[in-house]
């Protein structure tokens, strides 16, 4: 079964500020999905970005981007210009590609707060 | 598109009681997915339905939990007799396939008491 591991249970950035939120797999998987959520306090499940593994490139989104190292199974955010309305619990999340191993495996969260 | 839509938002049941969520999938949507949220943790997969179909049911509890998902109308997921530890946020997601990440609805927190 995959495994996803957020060792980082809070983290805070000042506003502006470039913040990184780390994130690790396991698997035995060689293609797979990776994405990154967001949940404010109000609760709502945000996509913020998604990575297939058999892209080399690095997704972004805007201020948002990732660094994807397959061998390493390690799948990190980076929030650049990191604005108060980032504020929120931030979960890295894993899909097998088909069937019925479709289901998302999370990580247990990372609470990012901003600072003026 | 009205996106994924849940309700009720907020139940309230008495220990004993039946609790039923509903989940509306988007609009084109076949695939339904529900996900609990204790507090402070993380989402945890139940089920994964298809019309009219389980798909997985691997993290569904094996007693008093039950989820549907007709030919038509909302999926429904329902838990009898409830107990105080099944309190917790219920999300639903739906996607069109399943290669795709999902939308997610706002949830349905439930509470018993």
């Known amino acids: 079964a995959q495994t996803v591991t957020q060792s980082q249970p809070e983290m805070s950035v000042q506003e502006a500020e470039t913040v990184t939120l780390s994130c690790t797999y396991d698997?035995?998987?060689?293609?797979?999905?990776l994405f990154w959520y967001k949940q404010p306090p109000s609760r709502q499940m945000i996509l913020v970005i998604r990575?297939?593994?058999?892209?080399?490139q690095n997704a972004t989104e805007n201020r948002f981007s990732v660094n994807f190292q397959k061998a390493a199974k390690s799948f990190s955010l980076k929030i650049s210009d990191s604005q108060l309305g980032d504020a929120a619990m931030y979960f890295c999340?894993?899909?097998?590609?088909?069937?019925?191993?479709?289901?998302?495996?999370f990580g247990t969260g990372t609470r990012l707060q901003v600072t003026l | 598109n009205a996106g994924v839509m849940q309700n009720p938002r907020h139940l309230v049941r008495r220990r004993g009681q039946e609790a039923r969520l509903r989940c509306s999938p988007m609009?084109?949507?076949?695939?339904v997915y529900w996900y609990r949220q204790l507090p402070e943790e993380g989402l945890k997969f139940m089920v994964y339905?298809?019309?009219?179909?389980?798909?997985?049911e691997s993290g569904m509890p094996k007693e008093r939990f039950s989820a549907e998902f007709p030919k038509e109308g909302p999926s429904i997921l329902r838990i009898q007799q409830v107990v105080r530890g099944d309190s917790a946020a219920y999300f639903c997601?739906?996607?069109?396939?399943?290669?795709?990440?999902?939308?997610f609805g706002s949830g349905t927190r439930l509470t018993v008491v």
């Open positions: 997601a739906s996607s069109p396939n399943d290669r795709y990440g999902y939308t």
């Open positions: 698997t035995s998987e060689s293609d797979y999905y």
């Open positions: 990575q297939e593994a058999y892209k080399q």
């Open positions: 999340a894993y899909r097998s590609p088909t069937g019925t191993a479709s289901k998302l495996t």
């Open positions: 609009k084109g949507h076949s695939h």
């Open positions: 339905l298809q019309k009219e179909n389980i798909i997985d």
